[in-house]
């Protein structure tokens, strides 16, 4: 799920950030450029941890911009098939329910939400256990496994289940203590 890597990446900087600060402007342009963003292999990027090297500055021809080559340590988050994870249900809808864990995005269809558990319509849709104990509506915190996953450009979509024994409903912020 989380791991600390190390990538590297070409960052183009203008001459007008050169100076006693080169290095500082590097890696805010870096942390600016990279975290927040998602790299196939590795998953989304949460944070730049630390600067391994910074090589020579290389200049780009018909251009003034300047390429230097970063090797930064990171902090990165992928999800793999069968992995487990708590989410929280951000939409609830006849076909399923929509989830998120972090930058993640998880749909779990109906068929994969246990049998004795009905959808609801209404104010608050909701998939309700049939003798009223369990209801996962908006909001809900629960614990689901993956089972297949996408990853494009802009974001990771994972398809998973609550069907498995110990999954399911963890906290219902509508439930009176």
């Known amino acids: 799920m989380f ?13 007008r950030f050169f100076g006693q600060n080169l290095r500082e402007n590097l890696v805010s342009k870096l942390i600016k450029d ?20 910074v ?5 780009r021809d018909g ?3 300047v390429t230097f080559p970063v090797k930064y340590r990171c902090v990165v988050f992928r999800p793999f098939e069968g992995e ?13 329910l ?14 994969c939400i246990p049998d004795d558990m009905e959808y609801q319509t209404g104010d608050m849709p909701n998939y309700t256990k049939s003798d009223g104990s369990v209801r996962i509506q908006k909001d809900c915190e629960v614990r689901l496994k993956i089972f297949g996953f996408s990853i494009d450009a802009t974001e990771i979509s994972c398809v998973g289940s609550i069907k498995e024994r110990f999954l399911g409903l963890i906290t219902d912020p509508g439930a009176v203590a």
């Not at 090589?55 to 200049?59: F, R």
Request: glycine content about 12%; proline content about 4%; hydrophobic content about 45%.
């Open 3 to 15: 791991f600390h890597i190390v990538l590297e990446r070409n960052m183009q900087l203008h001459p």
């Open 98 to 111: 929509f989830a998120e864990a972090g930058p993640l995005k998880i749909f779990v269809s109906n068929h």
């Open 55 to 59: 090589g020579k500055g290389l200049i």
């Open 63 to 65: 251009t003034p911009f």
């Open 34 to 53: 990279v975290e927040g963003t998602i790299s196939g292999r590795h998953g989304f990027v949460l944070a730049v941890t630390g600067i391994e090297s």
């Open 84 to 96: 487990v994870l708590e989410a929280v249900v951000t939409r609830v809808v006849q076909h399923g």
